[in-house]
């Protein structure tokens, strides 16, 4: 059964602030958490994409961020009970009970010793746009495949990378700002 995203903070309070950096044991540990969400995730057919900081890191520098402090995945929003319902796997690795952050099915968080991944559940919505809280992206950019080879493992991304960024991060995208806290885009709209 999931737990409320509030246990979480407060069970590991200096995991959740914006500006945690992870040590290098815990680094590793969100890797190899990153590995064991993928193995679980391909049992039953969900896709994810990187995202955010994490997309960010593996890209640009084929590492994930030491100032990141999480790991960040997106799915569909119609994977969201399949998901919930990995919650047995998940704990039987030694995670804690998977999250649901509120409101809806906004986001789910699987956490292990404070170390998270964010799961964001993406909408599509009719004509060419995906929304997750204050994005909106284009449908393309999750619907056409696109991979990046990262630890001997292929990882889906969004299909443009570069535009992605940009418009997640701003044009400077490409030049590292150690605890960086986007609030939403900071590129230009991503649809024109």
């Known amino acids: 059964m999931a737990q409320d995203r509030e246990i979480l903070i407060q069970k590991y309070p200096k995991h959740f602030t914006p500006a945690y950096q992870w040590t290098e044991e815990e680094r590793e540990m969100a890797k190899n958490m990153l590995f064991d969400t993928q193995k679980i995730f391909d049992k039953v057919d969900v896709i994810f994409w990187l995202m955010y900081g994490t997309l960010l890191g593996i890209y640009r520098e084929n590492r994930l961020l030491p100032w990141d402090g999480d790991i960040d995945i997106g799915i569909y929003v119609k994977d969201f009970e399949k998901v919930l319902s990995l919650n047995d796997e998940f704990h039987n690795l030694g995670y804690e009970s998977l999250s649901v952050c509120s409101p809806g099915k906004g986001m789910i968080i699987i956490c292990k010793n404070g170390i998270h ?13 995906v929304f997750w809280s204050n994005f909106y992206y284009p449908k393309d950019d999750f619907d056409k495949e696109n991979y990046i080879m990262w630890e001997d ?4 991304i969004p299909y443009n990378p570069v535009k992605h960024l940009t418009y997640t991060y701003g044009k400077d995208w490409n030049i590292p700002i150690k605890g960086l806290v986007i609030p939403g885009p900071m590129g230009s709209d991503y649809l024109v």
Request: proline share 0%.
């Open 117 to 129: 991944i964010d799961v964001s559940c993406l909408e599509k919505f009719s004509g060419n746009k």
């Open 153 to 156: 493992h292929m990882w889906r």
